[in-house]
């Protein structure tokens, strides 16, 4: 029957159809492959000879009786079908015979890791709280992190922290804050992570969102070469005699390589100017910008936009 497809007519091609319970067996007879082909072919040969294969891959069945719930139920008939003996999973699961001392077992596995809710005192700052815990999981001792953190500080230093610890750590610090090993994290202005041409970075502040957006249009418009969030700094002494380092936030790269440094700024504080002053007195530029500052360069962007 090797290629017989090609010169099959179309009665021997309606007998072997008849013959055959699937298109698989069928392709096999008429010497067809396993292609995309042969199936296409196999499907126009079937159209063309106009034959019935409706009994193709229909299944035969038989009927059993659930042995726990007595009800009748159809499988098919092959060797998977025929080793049914239940109608479903639930039928299934509810003839298992189960020991009292394996019911023992899975109860006492299950309170194992039952979780439940109770009322806890924080030992730090003496408020209740509600705390999810388990029998092998006491769950928290304290409310929050910062009431743990205050109660570890006090077991560490039960006398407190001594003035000469205090200053090593300050010292400490603003050594590695001179060096730019840490930025400021801190402050009661919220941070945001801004995309810009130079990749995505944090800011604080919408002031300083916003200058993002001014420097990068900007720069797109080729007005300015370049920009950074700096890590540039500047060291100032209050009235006081005591030295500070001061962050600057923008650095502006101007097309004829100078360049310069914006400071967004909601409102003057204390030292502000001392800070100002500094950068000045190093001959660097600096410009503040105010709100009504960073609102004059977006009307201007705004402007150009819409013409």
Known sequence: MDKLYKTISREDFIKISLLCKSKSEFKRKLGLGKSDWSSDKLNKMIIEYNADVSHFNVKNTLNKICLYCNSEFAVNDNKHGRSKKFCSKSCGCKSRIVSDETKR????????????????????????FIDIVSENNDGRTFCCRRCAGKYSLKNAHPNG???????????????????GKVKVTGGKTKWYTVSTSNGDIRVQGTYEVRTCKILDEWKLSNKI????????????????????????????????????????????????????????????????????????????????SSD
Not at 105 to 128: A, G, Q, V
Not at 161 to 179: A, Q, V
Not at 276 to 292: A, T
């Open 161 to 179: 922290i001594s003035d000469e610890t205090k200053r090593k750590l300050s010292d400490g610090r603003k050594k590695l804050f001179k060096e």
């Open 225 to 304: 070469k370049n920009w950074e969030y700096t890590n540039d700094r500047v060291a100032y002494v209050w009235e006081d005699g005591s030295n500070h380092m001061y962050l600057l936030d923008f650095k502006v790269f101007e097309n004829d390589g100078s360049f310069y440094y914006i400071e967004p700024k909601g409102y003057i504080r204390e030292h502000d100017r001392e800070k100002w002053d500094s950068v000045n007195k190093r001959g660097y530029k600096l410009e503040v910008w105010f709100k009504e500052t960073i609102e004059h360069h977006e009307r201007i962007l705004w402007e150009c």
């Open 105 to 128: 077992k899975i109860s006492e596995k299950n309170t194992k890791y039952k979780k439940f809710k109770i009322d806890k005192l924080c030992p730090e700052c003496e408020n209740e």
